[in-house]
């Protein structure tokens, strides 16, 4: 079975440009989580999707914001760049086993906002 | 903010000994998972270990869980130079629907 896939790798934005992240999760997963991990705050929890419903949203600015679709792939927009909006930008899909969800993450989009 | 906690930050081991770190975490919870991370890239799951549960082994791996102190182990047995990277702990609790993780534990393994 293919892997969690993100797309871009890497991105360099200038401050006040919007950027798009794409997420497509593992074959069967119908929940998909973002997160933001820098060096400061480590990982921080973003928002989670199931369904195309958002049923968990993290402590950030509404400068951050996803979507899913009905194919399960999912995005998110971060509008207005700051300079301490860059970092590695993680998507983790899951499937809930007995009450358990076991998160797998995909490679990562480092954005560096310039 | 963080829920868990690792100790210690960093790790130096010789190949072929043990690894140990610890997790601390503040709320009750669900099920507790760690995660490793080579350098920068994403998070590779390495095992999930339920609330109720005591302990888990997946290969070199061992995983304790103690609710009633609220902290969770994970050993490393035998360790070799591919096991240099950064190891997480992530507690999630009912309904949810996201992991909160530690700040990690940085191992590095010296042939």
Known sequence: KAGVTQTPRYLIKTRGQQVTLSCSPISGHRSVSWYQQTPGQGL????????????????FPGRFSGRQFSNSRSEMNVSTLELG??????????????GAYEQYFGPGTRLTVT | SQQGEE??????????????MNCSYKTSINNLQWYRQNSGRGLVHLILIRSNEREKHSGRLRVTLDTSKKS????ITASRAADTASYFCATDVPNDYKLSFGAGTTVTVRA
């Open chain 1, 44 to 59: 921080q929890f973003l928002f989670e999707y199931f369904s195309e419903t958002q049923r968990n949203k993290g402590n």
């Open chain 1, 85 to 98: 909006d860059s970092a590695l930008y993680l998507c983790a899909s899951s499937l809930e086993v007995l």
């Open chain 2, 72 to 75: 969770s182990s994970l050993l």
């Open chain 2, 7 to 20: 100790d210690p930050q960093a790790l130096s081991i010789q190949e072929g000994e043990n690894a140990t």
